[in-house]
């Protein structure tokens, strides 16, 4: 299986939240940092963002 990298308003995009909320809940540590490839390009791991979307209070994919 290859991996599938996000930048943070495709990640946003892809959990269906605001780039702001995506950003809020990354600093409250509900979704994992990212990796940091320059100062200024993070991208986030697709698994990772599975792995927030199962462990969602709101989620139905429990």
Do not use: C
């Amino acid at each position: 299986m290859k991996k599938k990298f996000y930048r943070a308003k495709e990640s946003a995009g892809y959990l269906g939240i605001g780039l702001s909320t995506f950003f809020r809940k990354v600093a409250e540590g509900k979704i994992a940092e990212g990796y940091k490839l320059s100062p200024r390009a993070t991208v986030w791991d697709q698994k990772d963002l599975d792995e927030y979307v199962k462990n969602s209070p709101r989620s139905i994919h429990k």
